[in-house]
């Protein structure tokens, strides 16, 4: 059995006597973590568990219980489908890809599980034909003042998904179900040839109830990125983060949180440390709009034994959401382990989002994103040219009836060299045309 499929079965063995052992009493209707929009605006709601390890997010309006299909069927022009510049070749290719999600709430507790796969085909460059897999897992089981969260995730593919628009139509921060932070993950922020990558997580976390106001969040985890054709360099990433949350009104929340990070890197003997606290203020109005924004100190050692420096972190996201269109927004600022290219980096990322309802049947979708990943250490004590990425996107689709609709995209990609960059796409720009059909079988709801 290949690594894929053994961890597949290795996080359903784990998960399933979770699964077995939750309330199967429904959940009461209007029941939920936060404040619905309607409730007065009073001091005895819970805190947003901005401290927590999964991204707070204004959710969707369908039912909580149900099974939801999707099938995507693409044909592509890409002009640098191998991400090589110097030897590029533009190739046109067919993509299908096929996605599952199954959401399920009760009065104690709530899983969410997703797995999606695609094979891309290029019948010209055959050797340039690559698969996609994910699956991620989340249970939450609730106990009088206690929350408890298990959760995991697997993502093979080719490619970063920072900007890899063909399998995610949100920031990369927003794609999955299980809505795991960005700060319990390997960030994957620069651009290099089509690689075959592993990445998987495993956390855990507790939320206690101090009082009607306030709440203590810890976690803990695991995320490993492998590159199984080689070329980088593996990680290992050890988690740590804790924090209390203390709601001002039953809109706002401020917390004070501690972490720690350990990046292992293959071949490297020392690891990279870094430890940060952070002050946090969210904002949240149900089903409109969510805000939120933490900053603060990090100190970190580099691999190389250099001592400890101080660097200003932060994270935040916006979203927005009304009768014509969505906004939704995402910053990283953070010490990372350098996406398996660098020995370690200052990684600044920005991902932008907006969707707008253009007439009955017509949309229209834009996407921005930027990273500047520079490095923790100088080389031959020459200051290093930072690495500037970035993508954009535009999509226009229409609906065919309540569970199909065509789109169109036009995607981009461009990277800087940087200095030195041994095993990134030195000058990337890559741009792809694409058309397709989205197929939605009608949810299925469970009980």
Known sequence: MNTFGLTFVLLLLLTAPIARAQDDSPKPAGRGPYPDAQEPDTSDAEPLPLSGAREISLGGPQSQNLIAPMLRIMQTFDSNPGGVNDSANAASGTIVYGRIVLKRERQRSETRLRFGGGETFYPSQSQLNSNYQNFSIAQTIRLHRWTFLFAGELFHSPT?????LEHYTT???FIDETGLSQMTLPTQSIFTQQLSRLNTSELVETRYRLGPQTSFTASVGLSQLRF???GLTNINQYSFLTGINHALTARDTVTLAFGHNTFDLQGIHDSIHADFVEASYGHLLTGKLLFDVSLGPEVFKDAFG????????GHGSLEYKTAAG???????????AGSGVVIGAQTN?????GTRILSRNWSGSAQLGYARNAYLQNVNGEINKPLLGGFAGL?????????????????????NP???????VAGLHRYQVIGGIDLRLRPIEIR
């Open 228 to 230: 199984l054709a080689g």
């Open 160 to 164: 970063i998904n920072f900007g890899d």
């Open 418 to 424: 940087g200095s030195p960059c041994l095993n990134c």
């Open 171 to 173: 920031p990369a921060q």
């Open 395 to 415: 999509t226009i689709s229409r609906t065919l009836g309540s569970l199909a609709s065509l789109f169109f995209s036009y995607n981009l990609q461009d990277q």
């Open 349 to 353: 990322m920005v991902e932008l989002l």
């Open 306 to 313: 250099s001592g400890p420096r101080l660097f200003l972190s």
């Open 326 to 336: 969505n906004l939704a927004f995402t910053f990283l600022r953070s010490i990372t």
